[in-house]
């Protein structure tokens, strides 16, 4: 795990607010953030920001239109800041990206080569959204991939359940926290 780093993606408030199952999803994810911290596993946050006045959202592109008529995840808004119970320290590197995947218009390739991390620990909200789109980008780039099932969470329980289940299986190994967490401490 030496060049590995955890990416915890878009687990920002409003997100939150809108994906949060009460399954204790939070917790479970804490956990993981502070077992990477103590096997000295790097935690780099990535969250979706959006320029105030959408300059750079295309009239085709549903989702982003749909985020934007909804008035969610423009850049300095309170909902788009990382939820309080999973904050980032001061000197954790926060990544903004402009689309689904965490390298798309993001500088996150760029941090990744400089701290020659070639392995990735997923989490995020959504397993459908983030999750997926990082996911194939980051296998399309030979990352060694890692995806925390329980540490991410979507607002459909059976498409998150078919994507760890079915579909990441054959990219990524495909994990509990705990089972993680127990794997890579000290």
């Not at 687990?11 to 990477?36: E, F, H, K, M």
Request: glycine share 8%; with cysteine; net charge negative.
């Amino acid at each position: 795990m030496a060049n590995s780093a955890l990416l915890v993606m878009d687990v920002q408030q409003d997100i939150v607010d809108i994906a949060n199952d009460g399954s204790g999803y939070l917790p479970r994810l804490r956990r993981a953030i502070d077992g990477a911290r103590a096997a000295g596993i790097p935690v780099i946050y990535v969250v979706i920001g959006l320029r105030p006045g959408h300059p750079d959202i295309g009239p085709r592109n549903k989702v982003l239109n749909a985020i934007v008529q909804a008035g969610l995840f423009t850049e300095g808004a309170p909902g788009t800041a990382i939820h309080g119970d999973v904050a980032p320290r001061q000197d954790d590197i926060v990544v903004t990206k402009r689309r689904a995947s965490a390298f798309s218009g993001s500088d996150l390739d760029v941090v990744l080569r400089a701290r020659d991390i070639d392995s990735l620990v997923l989490t995020g909200i959504a397993t459908s959204g983030v999750v997926l789109h990082t996911l194939c980008q980051a296998n399309d780039q030979d990352f060694g991939l890692t995806v925390l099932a329980d540490a991410c969470l979507d607002t459909d329980p059976e498409v998150h359940q078919f994507l760890t289940e079915r579909l990441f299986p054959q990219w990524a190994d495909v994990v509990a926290v705990e089972d993680w967490v127990q794997a890579i401490a000290p």
